[in-house]
């Protein structure tokens, strides 16, 4: 008797990320935050997943990414691993868990790949985390940088505006993308920055780029789910395209199910045993 065994299915690694920018072909990422969601957005062939601190936002409603700990990115995470088979699944260090000890950067990113199963991880800043990526990168753990607007870094400029407008914050950014390069990170979020500025980095640097509000020009573009489906409506930035209304379907939903719960017309013959 013959035995089929289940179809393999390449999983995206960082070289193919690079692999695609070498070869033009745009990268797709969303940020996903448990295993349900993963699945589908895995089964619809995004290349991937972000399990980003946002979800300090849209999963536990605080109005920044600051709160989250490393103990509630680690749930997250690991329900995304199980939910995807294909997608390279990149985990954001949360605030306070990096930032200014190189040693706590490390134990945390051990946290995450040991207890999550994540592919890889994800810092805000440029020259001030460098000795936290080379001690992360010495473990075998790729990092992936994130410029431009940082939320983390909320309280110290008070504003989510558009970043490095200005020709001195733009240098510094510009810098700060090739110290990162050099470093050995795999790739850089660019977040809300001039269009033209994020063409210049993701044309002058050999990793890929991923966007969110820096143009088309970049390499990859990325998109919080919450937002790109409509569940969440109070945050509507230029950058964002919205492909679905789901708050409306959902709530669409709850009132038919209230509605049938009390005219009894929910359970009918064939739904009760
Ligand atoms: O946390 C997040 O979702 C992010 C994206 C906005 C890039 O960092």
Do not use: W
């Not at 909320?154 to 470093?183: C, M, W």
């Not at 980095?201 to 919450?226: K, M």
């Amino acid at each position: 008797m013959s035995t089929v065994s289940p179809q393999r299915i390449p999983k995206v690694t960082t070289h193919k990320l690079q692999e695609m920018k070498f070869k033009g072909e745009k990268i797709a990422m969303l940020t996903a935050y448990d295993f349900s969601m993963a699945r589908l957005l895995d089964r619809a062939g995004i290349d991937v997943i972000l399990v980003g601190d946002s979800a300090s936002n849209v999963m536990a409603g605080y109005t920044s990414t600051l709160p989250i700990t490393l103990n509630e990115m680690i749930y997250h995470a690991s329900g995304v691993v199980r939910g995807v088979q294909r997608a390279l699944v990149i985990v954001d260090l949360p605030f306070g868990t990096y930032q200014g000890n190189s040693k706590i950067a490390l134990q945390s990113s051990i946290r995450i790949m040991k207890e999550a199963g994540a592919d890889a991880v994800k810092m805000e800043g440029g020259r001030e985390i460098l000795e936290s990526v080379d001690r992360i990168l010495s473990a075998g753990i790729p990092v992936m940088g994130h410029l431009g607007l940082t939320p983390q870094s909320i309280n110290k400029f008070g504003t989510y505006v558009v970043r490095a407008t200005d020709p001195q914050e733009a240098s510094k950014l510009i810098e700060d993308a090739h110290l990162l390069q050099n470093a050995g990170c795999f790739g850089i979020v660019l977040e809300k920055i001039p269009a033209k500025l994020a063409t210049e980095v993701a044309t002058g640097l050999r990793i890929p780029i991923i966007g969110i509000g820096a143009g088309s020009a970049v390499d990859g573009q990325v998109l919080v789910l919450h937002d790109m489906l409509g569940i969440t409506t109070e945050f509507s930035p230029r950058f964002l395209r919205r492909y679905h209304n789901l708050s409306e379907e959902i709530m669409g939903s709850v009132k038919s199910y209230i509605s049938d719960v009390k005219s009894v017309d929910f359970p009918n013959e064939k739904e009760q045993y």
